[in-house]
């Protein structure tokens, strides 16, 4: 079974830095694809960004961009110039036969 | 497309009651995913629909759980008896196949006292 874990249970930023958060899953699979959601307190799970396996150019949206390494099986999510707005969970996910979340970031935005 | 339409938005039980939990996924997708949310254990897949056909139910975490999608627009997560230790936030999410993202509801709070 494909496994997804996020070893930061918190992060903190200062207002227009960059953060970045962490992600590593293990698999076998060759294809597949990779996301990051994010989650306000709202609770609605929103998509952020995702990575097809395939390509070797990694995604990028807007103020948020990711470091795929395949070979190490590495996904991390960078957020540049914070805003407050972007205080919320962050939760990694693999997509293969099935879809499977990390245990989340919870990322906190200072002033 | 109005999105994953879930409901009830906020369910509160007494304990040993049946709850229902209702899930409208966006048309045309053919997976469908109900998850659980808690503080202590995080966001759990329960169960996984392909094209209405139960696929992989090993994270339902007992017989008191029950899943359906009696047709592509609709899925059912049942809970009974229901138990204190079950509250938490309910999710059903949905996707063009397994492989593509997913797009989620709003969840439902369960809380049984």
């Known amino acids: 079974a494909q496994t997804v874990t996020q070893s930061q249970p918190e992060m903190s930023v200062q207002e227009a830095e960059t953060v970045t958060l962490s992600c590593t899953y293990d698999t076998s699979e060759s294809d597949y694809y990779l996301f990051w959601y994010k989650q306000p307190p709202s609770r609605q799970m929103i998509l952020v960004i995702r990575q097809e396996a395939y390509k070797q150019q990694n995604a990028t949206e807007n103020r948020f961009s990711v470091n795929f390494q395949k070979a190490a099986k590495s996904f991390s999510l960078k957020i540049s110039d914070s805003q407050l707005g972007d205080a919320a969970m962050y939760f990694c996910?693999?997509?293969?036969?099935?879809?499977?979340f990390g245990g989340g970031t919870r990322l906190m935005v200072k002033p | 497309d109005a999105g994953v339409i879930q409901s009830p938005r906020h369910e509160v039980t007494e304990m040993g009651q049946e709850v229902t939990l209702r899930c409208k996924p966006i048309s045309g997708h053919n997976s469908l995913f109900w998850y659980r949310q808690t503080m202590m254990r995080g966001l759990e897949l329960l169960i996984y629909f392909n094209n209405n056909v139960p696929i992989d139910d090993s994270g339902m975490p007992e017989d008191r759980f029950s899943a359906k999608m009696p047709n592509a627009s609709f899925s059912t997560l049942k809970i009974q008896p229901s138990e204190p230790r079950d509250s938490a936030v309910y999710f059903c999410?949905?996707?063009?196949?397994?492989?593509?993202?997913?797009?989620f509801g709003q969840g439902t709070r369960l809380t049984v006292v």
């Open positions: 996910a693999y997509a293969g036969n099935m879809l499977t």
């Open positions: 999410a949905s996707s063009f196949t397994g492989r593509t993202e997913a797009f």
